[in-house]
């Protein structure tokens, strides 16, 4: 069960009708999170304040630090009055080899990659999606999208943040994660996976945002076969997802939606059959 975020009650004015009037508004909650790696901090992002273990796993998976949920040897999360520091132990070859392969962030919530050492690093190499043979239809492309919804407790409660979740096929959404930050709630999502012993390789990852770079390179090293978006992607997360033989599926609205990338993925009904043939 995802660790809940109480929003917090803040005083604003109101302007309706041409009069001004005092209200309150629940607001999502925004500190820094620290993840650190053997005493020493990697990043420092601005999180929702939740499911912290879900976030330091799935950080640490996404960014390839750790392999598994099982490179990491302990992990515990230290708060005080600024923030929150996710500290975590690994084994020691993935510690050695965090420190050959060093990755500074201090970042705000709309920038994964920032603070990253060298463009070859912001582009790094990803493994190739071997096809295992998953499939979905259109109707659950449309299914999971609308199945994310429900799960937005924080949303419902702050008409804010942004999540991901997971979905299966027949077993519809398994998982979902929120946060202010688009990266944040798939890197909790990730990491949930992990510790509950999912494999991200058998669904598909549906986000509430656009698609960046950054967002395809978390869902390839999870191992997703499907990408869903609700927005559009940039040019270079599209090409990324090609090279990876990752399926994008974005702008998906509605009843509509558009596939980028390995459209074989997505079984059209057959009054739609041959729309995305030309399609990589």
């Known amino acids: 069960m995802p660790v809940s975020s109480p929003p917090a009650e803040m005083q604003h004015l109101s302007m309706r009708g041409g009069m001004l009037s005092p209200g309150r508004r629940a607001l999502p909650q925004e500190v820094p999170v620290a993840l650190s790696f053997g005493g020493t901090t990697q990043a420092v992002m601005m999180a929702t304040p939740a499911d912290f273990e879900d976030f330091g796993i ?29 500290q975590m132990r690994l084994v020691t070859g993935r510690q050695s080899h965090l420190a050959a392969r060093r990755r500074l962030m201090a970042g705000p919530v709309g920038c994964g990659l920032c603070g990253i050492d060298s463009i070859e690093e912001a582009l790094r190499d990803l493994p190739v999606r071997q096809d295992t043979g998953f499939r979905m239809d259109e109707k659950d492309v449309l299914d999971a999208v609308a199945a994310l919804s429900p799960g ?3 949303k419902a409660d702050t008409g ?6 997971f979905y299966r096929p027949g077993k519809g959404m398994i998982l979902v994660r929120e946060d202010i930050g688009r990266h944040n709630a798939l890197d909790k999502l990730v990491g949930a996976l992990a510790r509950c012993g999912e494999t991200a390789a058998t669904g598909a990852l549906v986000i509430s945002s656009r698609v960046s770079v950054d967002m395809v390179q978390k869902a390839v090293v999870a191992g997703a076969p499907v990408l869903i978006a609700v927005s559009s992607p940039t040019d270079l997360a599209v090409r990324t997802a090609a090279a990876a033989g990752m399926t994008l599926v974005a702008m998906a609205r509605g009843q509509d939606f558009e596939i980028f990338t390995r459209a074989d993925r997505i079984a059209p009904e057959s009054s739609t059959a041959g729309k995305h043939s030309d399609v990589a």
């Open 58 to 86: 799935g950080f640490a998976l996404t960014e390839g630090i750790a392999l598994s949920a099982a490179d990491i040897e302990a992990l515990e999360v230290v708060s005080s009055d600024l923030g929150h520091d996710v």
């Open 152 to 154: 937005q407790k924080l």
């Open 160 to 165: 804010s943040v942004h999540a991901a979740g």
